[in-house]
């Protein structure tokens, strides 16, 4: 997400290398793959599974596209007459934050899981009341915090694949506009989390 602040050949090496993460996090989760064909399909299962579907394609779009406008890795492989569509620009940047977005949702939905492998960790095994108000009320400012951020990196323009070449986010320095992406990350993490609570409820 960091495009401006980086050389494009650092950009486009670490933009190849954090396939390698997303391997291994696939190869670790391979049973739910074959768990697709086993147990009922309600609501909250099918919505995770088109999450799951729409992360996968976010990621793929996005590594073909930056694959396509490269101007380092695979600048003698690529045309330049492909490589310089403006169209390429635009899907890629849009595939990026949706990438971003299902990435939070994702997160949010497995939120009980990581919270649960934290505690155990820190050794709590019970939370107290004032506990749980504080981290209701560290919820509220994230998510009021995400919100501003997302207003800040025009998002949702973004997202519905408008040509915006400036955004007030650009105005911050590097460490800014990596909390400005974080904390929009964040943001959907919490939506996410709430849809995993339709979920617990779902199969109560």
């Not at 074959?34 to 996968?56: D, I």
């Not at 990581?114 to 560290?138: D, N, S």
């Not at 320095?173 to 400005?180: E, F």
């Amino acid at each position: 997400m960091t495009f401006f602040y980086l050389p494009p050949l650092l950009h486009e090496a670490v933009g190849v290398t954090f396939l390698l993460p997303i391997a291994g996090h696939l190869t670790l989760n391979r049973r739910y793959v074959s768990s697709l064909s086993r147990g009922q399909w309600h609501g909250p299962r099918v919505l995770r599974l088109l999450l799951n579907l729409l992360l996968a394609a976010a990621c793929l779009v996005t590594v073909i596209s930056g694959c396509l406008i490269s101007s380092e890795l695979f600048a003698d492989i690529v045309p330049f007459s492909l490589r310089s569509k403006p169209l390429l620009y635009q899907l890629h940047s849009a595939a990026a934050r949706y990438f971003l977005v299902l990435a939070g949702l994702h997160f949010g939905l497995q939120r009980k899981a990581w919270w649960q492998k934290w505690l155990h960790l820190a050794g709590i095994t019970a939370r107290t009341f004032p506990a749980q108000a504080f981290l209701g009320g560290l919820a509220v400012i994230l998510g009021a915090v995400g919100f501003y951020a997302a207003q800040q990196d025009r998002l949702l323009g973004h997202l519905q694949g408008a040509h915006i070449f400036m955004t007030p986010s650009l105005s911050y320095s590097g460490v800014g506009y990596v909390l400005i992406q974080v904390s929009i990350f964040l943001l959907f993490a919490e939506i996410g989390w709430l849809l995993s609570l339709w979920k617990g409820a779902r199969l109560r």
